[in-house]
Structures are given as C-alpha cells and as structure tokens.
C-alpha cells in the first residue's frame, strides 16, 4: 500500500470498547456527529437548489436561505471537526512529518502529541468563550434574521459549537494521550 494513505488498521477511529473504552465512547460520539454534519451539507445543498430554482424559474426565492446557509455552514464545521481529530485529518503539513517519520517517529509522536494538546488547549477556549453566549441565546429567546419576514433562533446554532468544541477537545486530549503511548511503545 502506498505511504501517502494509512492501512485500514491505521485509519481507524472508532477503537473497540474492550480495546480503549474512553476511545470507542469518544469515536462514536464523534461518528454521530459527523453524520449529523453530513446530512446536514446534503440538506443545505438541497435547500440552495430549491433557493436557485426558486429564483430563476418561478421568480420565487426562498426566504432566509442565506441567514440559514451562513450559521448551518459553521454549524457543519463544529459537527465534524472531531471526526478529523480523530482521524488525524486536520489540514497540516505532511511532507514534513512524513519525513520526520522516516528518520525519528519518536519525534512525530511527541510532535503529533504537542499539536494534539494546542488543539485541546484552543478547543476548550471556544468551549469557555462560548457557553455564556449559549446560555444568553436560550434565556433571551435570541433570534437573527429580519424580524417578520425571516428569524431562526440561535441557540442551536450556538450548542452546536458549545458541544462540537467539547468533544473536539476531548479528541484532542484522547490523541495527545494515544501519541504519548506510541511514543512509549516505540522506545521498547
């Protein structure tokens, strides 16, 4: 198999229960959620669709597709971004741990594990700087759009980056703790 792409075994995200509890918890919750982001892309493209067929051959647009598309696009970040954690899929630069791994993949185990840890580290800020706007949009009925033509309340939108954030950075903690283990593993 080529190097650029990881064997099965290795792509695996979702551990076995017996195999890594917390891991298997953590993967499924993500997994979860990672479908709920894809069918939400399936449903925004279809609602875009619907908006642009609207528009150009019934002179009918869709109320509220751009206020709905601009919070559902972040929304499907939040979704999703523990399953890329996870997967150790996040955009970085490759090349270069690749070529770090030919030589020492003690010290991509200790690099993947210091990257792991920022991006609990950043996650958990999201978490604290956005749970006291979650709460202000649940207790103060917060809407956004144009009040009688088109609103959505924000509190969903809001929980969503508030448990995306959460369990992202328990992902992260989750891989720091796995690349500190390889790198355990490895020195025997």
């Known amino acids: 198999m080529s190097q650029d792409y990881p064997s099965h075994e290795t792509d695996r995200f979702v551990p076995s229960f017996a195999e890594a509890p917390v891991g298997a918890i953590l993967g499924s919750v993500a997994a979860v959620m990672f479908s709920v982001g894809t069918l939400c892309i399936g449903g925004l493209m279809g609602l875009v669709v619907a908006d642009v067929l609207g528009r150009n051959f019934f002179d009918a647009p869709?109320?509220?597709?751009?206020?709905?598309?601009?919070?559902?696009?972040?929304?499907?970040?939040?979704?999703?971004?523990?399953?890329?954690?996870?997967?150790?899929?996040?955009?970085?630069?490759?090349?270069?741990?690749?070529?770090?791994?030919?030589?020492?993949?003690?010290?991509?185990?200790?690099?993947?594990a210091f990257f792991a840890l920022s991006g609990a580290i950043v996650f958990a800020l999201i978490v604290w700087a956005s749970w006291?706007?979650?709460?202000?949009?649940?207790?103060?009925?917060?809407?956004?759009?144009?009040?009688?033509?088109?609103?959505?309340?924000?509190?969903?939108?809001?929980?969503?980056?508030?448990?995306?954030?959460?369990?992202?950075?328990?992902?992260?903690?989750?891989r720091m703790a796995d690349e500190i283990r390889s790198f355990r593993r490895d020195a025997k």
């Open 62 to 112: 869709i109320t509220g597709v751009s206020e709905i598309a601009a919070r559902t696009v972040v929304a499907i970040v939040f979704l999703q971004v523990a399953a890329a954690i996870q997967q150790k899929r996040l955009t970085r630069a490759d090349f270069l741990v690749r070529r770090l791994e030919r030589s020492s993949p003690r010290t991509v185990c200790l690099l993947e």
């Open 132 to 174: 006291p706007k979650m709460i202000d949009a649940w207790t103060g009925a917060e809407y956004f759009g144009v009040q009688g033509v088109f609103t959505i309340p924000t509190f969903p939108f809001r929980a969503i980056t508030v448990l995306g954030s959460a369990v992202a950075s328990l992902s992260a903690l989750y």
